[in-house]
């Protein structure tokens, strides 16, 4: 069992940077493979950026290519996603996610564990 838990979010102006971070609990967290989802009301939750932790390979969504980055430390239990260059855009709830599989999928019903989810709202 793996719990998740978001914080950093935040109201930002565009342009501005905000880090995200995940803290997971569970002795087998740094088996998994982890993603940042977002979603805005109405729409579907939306692949942000994965990284697996078999390979250390990072996946990101077109939309976000070039200005995020995600990042792990299994020594400390976290994942974290830097976003830089924020646009009006990226206005949304982000969740962190982990997939017992580490598939580094772009699906979000193949991951197994959700957190709550953090607000990023980034103004002009």
């Known amino acids: 069992q793996v719990q998740l838990v978001e914080s950093g979010g935040g109201l930002v102006q565009a342009g501005d940077s905000l880090s995200l971070s995940c803290a997971a609990s569970g002795r087998t967290f740094s088996t998994y493979g982890m993603g940042w989802f977002r979603q805005v009301p109405g729409k579907e939750r939306e692949f942000v950026a994965a990284i697996r932790w078999t390979t250390g390979s990072t996946y990101y969504a077109d939309s976000v290519k070039g200005r995020f980055a995600i990042s792990r430390d299994n020594a400390k239990n976290t994942v974290t996603l830097q976003m830089n260059s924020l646009k009006l855009g990226d206005t949304a709830v982000y969740y962190c996610?982990?997939?017992?599989?580490?598939?580094?999928?772009?699906?979000?019903?193949?991951?197994?564990?959700w957190g709550q989810g953090t607000q990023v709202t980034v103004s002009s």
């Open positions: 996610a982990a997939d017992r599989r580490d598939r580094g999928g772009r699906d979000p019903t193949t991951y197994n564990y």
